[in-house]
Each structure stands twice: as structure tokens, then as C-alpha cells.
């Protein structure tokens, strides 16, 4: 019996589920397959913790279900592992330095946003967590464009990239930072952007691990910065893009929820 308005009720109840899809995977694993849709953000695979088997039994699935597969803090063991496990017609690619494997089908294609999301990094044992967070704002399809090494031991080293960032019309700048954790805030007091303070735990003695520079970027006088958990590069891309990818939105279609 066809009842008016029941079919569209159940189309309707369809989508919701398809928003919320959670695959259950043998007893160790929910994939939410349906976050890319529902905020905009692809679901990361954290390796660590995990066995390298484990992850690459999540990893191919992933790809079955959705195209791709973002697994981040990964090693060579696990590497090796997602590449034995995966299918036939998928591309590999992994970044030692930033520890993140990529797993895609050869169809998957990433839509470009228009947003632009500029890094900063105050030294070079930071690249690793800004390389980190450029990966997920750019699967999230974002643009990007990093400077390294412009910390404040050497502050005449900021100016020049962050003219080319704001040149370039940064919608957001991650600033990533060990130590003191100063340069997000120096950053914060100049430019009229977003910005993301990102600690990482490349320090050592009184405040060793990150600490300083979390309680330092948390303590800042400079309005208009955020801060993330130390080492967090993974959110620190995901709010980044986030941002930017709203404001590519916009600037593409002239509204903040494209056409």
C-alpha cells in the first residue's frame, strides 16, 4: 500500500543513516564512514596503539567503504602491512616525516575547497607535526603553504613569510612551535587572520615535552589564537581547514554554504 508521504520519510531516514554510517569491523573496530560527509572531515586511522595488523585491516576496509584511507603516526612495519593488505587499483604514498600513510583508490579524487591554510614553523624539529597538519588540511582540500625555521631566536626570519603568506591571503595560519612556544603569539599580534597555536614536545628540562609551550600559547595576550594539544597536528589541519574551507566557500560562491 502506497501511503502518502511514507516513501519520502524513508529517503529521508536513509540519508540520516547514510550520514551517520558506522561499519562494525570483526570485534576491534567502528569506521565512521560517513564523518567526510556529515563535518567535513575524513576519519584518521591512529596507528598508534594499535597493531600494524589491525591497522591494515581497518586501513583496506576504509578504502572499501569510502575511496580513502588516512592513517597517521605510522612506521615502517605498518607501512609494509597496509601495503601487503591493500587491493589491487589503489595508490600508497607515506611521508617518513610526517608519518602518515595515504591509501586511495585510483578513482578517488579530493574536491578543492578554495581555501587557504598558511604554516609556520619556529624551527626545524617542528616540521614533522606542521607536515602532519598539512596533510589533513589538504585531503580536506584546502590549500596550503608552509615557511619553516622563523622562530624567535631569529625574529628578523618571520617577516618575509609571513608577508608571503598574507600576500597570498592565508584564510588561517597554523604557527607550530617547541621551546617558549612564542612565535604563535607573535604571530597573533600582527596579522588579521585566524591563528592556530600548535606545541609540539621538542623541548627539554623545566617545562620538557611540550609543556611550556602549551602553558605559554594558552597564557597569550594576543587575541584571535586558538591552541591544540601538543604534537597535535592532525587536529590542528582539521580545524585549519575547517576554517579556511568555509571562507573558500565563500569566496567562490559568495555565501558561506557554496552553492
Known amino acids: 500500500m502506497d501511503?502518502?508521504?511514507?516513501?519520502?520519510?524513508?529517503?529521508?531516514?536513509?540519508?540520516?543513516?547514510?550520514?551517520?554510517?558506522?561499519?562494525?569491523?570483526?570485534?576491534?573496530?567502528?569506521?565512521?564512514?560517513g564523518r567526510q560527509i556529515r563535518k567535513g572531515i575524513p576519519e584518521v586511522i591512529l596507528a598508534e596503539g594499535k597493531s600494524p595488523?589491525?591497522?591494515?585491516?581497518?586501513?583496506?576496509?576504509?578504502v572499501e567503504k569510502t575511496g580513502r584511507a588516512i592513517v597517521s603516526r605510522a612506521d615502517k612495519t605498518c607501512l609494509r602491512l597496509v601495503r601487503s593488505r591493500a587491493r589491487h587499483g589503489?595508490?600508497?604514498?607515506?611521508?617518513?616525516?610526517?608519518?602518515?600513510?595515504?591509501?586511495?583508490?585510483?578513482?578517488?579524487?579530493?574536491?578543492?575547497?578554495?581555501?587557504?591554510?598558511?604554516?609556520?614553523?619556529?624551527?626545524?624539529?617542528?616540521?614533522?607535526?606542521?607536515?602532519?597538519?598539512?596533510?589533513?588540511?589538504?585531503?580536506?582540500?584546502s590549500e596550503t603553504r608552509a615557511h619553516y625555521d622563523v622562530g624567535v631566536a631569529g625574529l628578523h626570519r618571520l617577516f618575509k613569510p609571513l608577508e608571503d603568506l598574507l600576500t597570498w591571503d592565508s584564510d588561517v595560519i597554523l604557527v607550530v612551535a617547541g621551546r617558549e612556544?612564542?612565535?604563535?603569539?607573535?604571530?597573533a599580534g600582527i596579522v588579521d587572520v585566524p591563528v592556530v597555536g600548535v606545541p609540539t614536545s621538542k623541548s627539554y628540562?623545566?617545562?620538557?615535552?611540550?609543556?611550556?609551550?602549551?602553558?605559554?600559547?594558552?597564557?597569550s595576550c594576543s587575541l584571535g589564537m586558538s591552541v591544540v594539544n601538543i604534537d597535535g597536528g592532525v587536529g590542528a589541519g582539521a580545524v585549519a581547514a575547517m576554517i579556511a574551507n568555509r571562507i573558500g566557500q565563500a569566496r567562490k560562491y559568495g555565501t558561506g554554504r557554496g552553492p
Open 3 to 33: 501511503v502518502p508521504g511514507f516513501q519520502g520519510t524513508l529517503r529521508e531516514l536513509r540519508r540520516k543513516n547514510n550520514l551517520l554510517a558506522v561499519k562494525e569491523l570483526a570485534s576491534f573496530a567502528k569506521l565512521d564512514i
Open 53 to 62: 595488523e589491525d591497522v591494515a585491516e581497518i586501513a583496506r576496509a576504509m
Open 90 to 141: 589503489v595508490n600508497i604514498n607515506y611521508s617518513s616525516r610526517s608519518r602518515i600513510i595515504l591509501v586511495k583508490s585510483k578513482a578517488f579524487r579530493i574536491r578543492p575547497s578554495g581555501g587557504r591554510v598558511g604554516i609556520l614553523t619556529a624551527g626545524t624539529s617542528d616540521i614533522s607535526v606542521a607536515n602532519e597538519a598539512e596533510v589533513v588540511a589538504r585531503e580536506m582540500g
Open 181 to 187: 612556544g612564542a612565535l604563535p603569539t607573535v604571530v
Open 205 to 219: 628540562g623545566f617545562g620538557e615535552k611540550g609543556l611550556a609551550a602549551l602553558a605559554a600559547m594558552l597564557q
